[in-house]
DNA sequence: CCTGAATATGATAAATATGTGAAAAATATC
DNA sequence: GATATTTTTCACATATTTATCATATTCAGG
């Protein structure tokens, strides 16, 4: 197997694109269905599916039903997406096995993080979750960024926004592609005010922060 | 013997898949029996099973009566899962040498930690389970908090959730984990709802209280 | 070294999340 | 069964983040 295989299940064929789209930029190989009786038929006449992501909604059948009907045959990994009004349904997916939720709207950067953190989880092997990059730290799991040893406070979106420039160490980085990475897919505001936050970034970061580069007419590099 | 096994008994394969996902989870190996009678079979028949956990109610061969062939062989721990309404049969159960009882519906981490109790304690080191950080002083079996060495009161779900945070001491906590993980899994209500127990926390822990700390548009951490 | 366009910056407004106290609901206790 | 306690919910105040905008500054190319 060489390609890991997705199945994403979502009534609205926009959302199924917007997923695919995702999904294929980060190398996996995406099957779709538009509602839970198709998905359980893919599900059982595919091989090799790693994972499947599940809208909670959809007619016919809802994503616990599928949930329930795949949990009679496989242990495979199950993503649920939820919209943020029916939060209170995550803990119900217990009973089927769900092994994570992701809230409506969500940025591709979480999607694409939950995806490889669960995939890593059945794949067994445990890994530390820090990334290190010029004498700036990243302590994913306990949230706290360190610049030559000495914390920084930041806020949600300047963490997962240097979180993707040291990701992305060395890669010139459009505003478009920065906005459709690290902001949820439902914005669709300034592109401007990714300056705003690499502003603050880059005080932050205090002599560091020059690491973030501008490239005129085109966006920002992080760069040691 | 590298992974512990675990032997999980009910006829709900609701409450196995539960169970089954939350051991695993702990890095347990699960097996399933699905009634009393295959229980014993299995047992009889498995190699190195480490713990027994026993729902009371089954068709064929209760709870008890599985304990009591299993006894006829074997002292491997036994955990019993009783309804709430079935609280009355704790004595009896000591007849049968069983361990421990879990009341449903239990919290994850309230199985997991009567589990690695158990298995703790079949391993012969008698230990009285304390916890200390920071000046904060837990005796889980006591049911016990010092900061200082001063006793304070904690309700039982502040108990459950200081515990968890120091656990995790260092590990930002989403609030749909913490829910995940101290609450009851037929828990549906607001995640708003811890804000509230962290606020009693913090000024029950006095100045300590500032150890909890909030992580914007996150959730909580333990951090001294 | 000008000039027009793009970016940097600071101030401000809008949106969101959290803190808190009190009341309601659920549980436990007597 | 009544009472006390714990737990949850709710609403409003507060705090923080995020987005927007106007203005200043910088840059590439002539």
Do not use: C, Q
Request: aromatic share 8%.
């Amino acid at each position: 197997m060489d390609v890991t295989k997705i199945l994403v299940v979502d009534d609205e064929s926009r959302m199924r694109k917007l997923l695919r789209d995702f999904l294929v930029k980060n190398n996996y190989n995406v099957i779709e269905a538009a509602d839970g009786e198709e998905a359980v038929e893919i599900f059982m006449n595919t091989k090799d599916i790693s994972l499947i992501i599940l809208d909670v909604m959809m007619p016919k059948l809802d994503g616990y039903g599928v949930a329930e009907e795949i949990r009679k045959i496989s242990k495979v990994p199950i993503i649920m997406l939820t919209a943020k009004s029916d939060e209170k349904d995550e803990l119900k997916g217990f009973e089927y096995g769900i092994d994570e939720y992701i809230t409506k709207p969500f940025s591709p950067k979480i999607l694409v993080a939950r995806v490889e953190a669960i995939l890593r989880r059945s794949n067994s092997t445990e890994e530390n979750e820090i990334i290190e990059v010029a004498g700036i730290e990243m302590d994913l799991v306990a949230h706290i960024v360190k610049v030559d040893g000495n914390p920084i406070e930041l806020s949600y979106k300047e963490f997962e926004l240097l979180n993707y420039f040291l990701i992305n160490k060395g890669v010139a980085l459009s505003r478009e592609k920065i906005l459709n990475n690290v902001w949820n897919y439902d914005y669709f505001g300034d592109a401007r005010t990714i300056d705003t936050h690499v502003k603050k970034l880059r005080s932050k970061l205090g002599n560091k922060g020059d690491y973030i580069k501008t490239i005129w007419g085109m966006g920002y590099k992080f760069e040691v």
